[in-house]
């Protein structure tokens, strides 16, 4: 990102207290090099996986990436849920970012719910949910994120709510751009989990910093967040053709994973088709570890999507 370690080495010399944490590395909207050969699986942690902990105060979201360090993991996505009365504190996203790089841990991605709807059908209320997601996306580059994850929520039919999407999309896509952030799309329910209409939006706002975080579950269509847990939906997208269509325009992975069976597969999900499918598009970024079941606790569920994922890269 332009004059980002200018602006960091300022931004700590500002605020007392935190000139001892030295000068953050900045970077790009591209991910910062790697030591993994080429072509190697290179795993992320949604914090979502541990949100049971989160919300009981078990654990403290400003460790977040010492916790991940923890399970061998070097990347990180936050949720926004976690940190809503910090967003607009520069220190503490400064702070956040020291821990993750003492740490040897990349910030990827900021999740962002509940700031609005992008495709909502009144004007003014499109434009405010774009100023809304604006603080994200400073909070991302503060942190050194690539990205910021929205939903593609509004009201209308498939066509009214297409208009309305491109517009709220574009406005905040203006705003990403001078910022050199990315806004992704995640399949997480109703039109969201309808990839062709998602793709053709994505198409008319025609913006390089717009793009998909395809989620291995998630494409119930008649059901707002998308679970496809339990079977339980009833009218879903294909997840495999969901998958694939999502691909192209792929600037995260996530890798959902839900109750697992006594061979170690989840249910529902055959990951070594999913594999596939994103190594088909040439994918070499990040596939995010976000598991949702209930028959592990979160830090068991945590690893055996892990393994699974390491299971079915190296059988691909």
């Known amino acids: ?6 602006f960091c080495q300022k931004s700590i010399i500002a605020v007392a207290g935190i000139v001892s ?4 590395g900045c970077r790009s909207k591209k991910e910062k090099p790697v030591p ?14 541990l949100h049971k902990a989160f919300f009981a105060k078990e654990l403290d979201p400003i460790n977040f990436a010492p916790v991940t360090a923890s399970y061998d993991i070097k990347a990180v996505e936050y949720v926004n849920q976690f940190y809503v009365e910090h967003v607009n504190n520069e220190p503490f996203w400064m702070e956040m970012q020291q821990r993750a790089s003492g740490e040897g841990v990349n910030s990827l991605l900021i999740m962002v719910d509940d700031e609005g709807d992008l495709g909502d059908p009144d004007s003014q209320k499109r434009k405010e949910a774009a100023i809304n997601h604006q603080k994200w996306i400073n909070a991302a580059k503060l942190m050194d994120c690539h990205s910021i994850r929205v939903n593609a929520f509004g009201s209308g039919t498939k066509s009214e709510m297409h208009g309305y999407l491109v517009d709220g999309l574009s406005q905040l896509c203006e705003y990403a751009s001078k910022e050199n952030i990315n806004v992704l799309i995640e399949n997480h329910g109703l039109y969201s989990s309808d990839a062709q209409w998602v793709t053709n939006v994505i198409k008319a706002v025609d913006s390089p910093f717009l793009g998909t975080l395809p989620d291995f579950g998630n494409w119930c269509t008649n059901e707002k967040w998308g679970s496809t847990k339990d079977d339980a939906c009833t009218d879903s997208y294909d997840l495999y053709n969901g998958v694939k269509e999502f691909m192209p325009y792929a600037k995260g992975v996530s890798a959902k994973s839900y109750d697992f069976n006594e061979d170690g597969t989840v249910k529902g999900i055959d990951y070594n088709k999913m594999i596939d499918l994103v190594k088909a598009e040439g994918y070499d970024g990040y596939v995010g570890i976000e598991y949702e079941g209930e028959n592990l606790s979160e830090p068991d569920g945590i690893r055996a999507t892990k393994a699974l994922l390491e299971d079915a890269w190296n059988r691909s």
Not at 1 to 6: E, S
Not at 21 to 24: F, H, K, R, S
Request: proline share 0%; aromatic share 8%.
């Open 36 to 49: 993994e050969i080429k072509n190697s699986l290179k795993l992320s942690l949604a914090q979502w996986s």
């Open 1 to 6: 990102m332009k004059n980002r370690r200018a």
């Open 21 to 24: 944490y030295g000068v953050i």
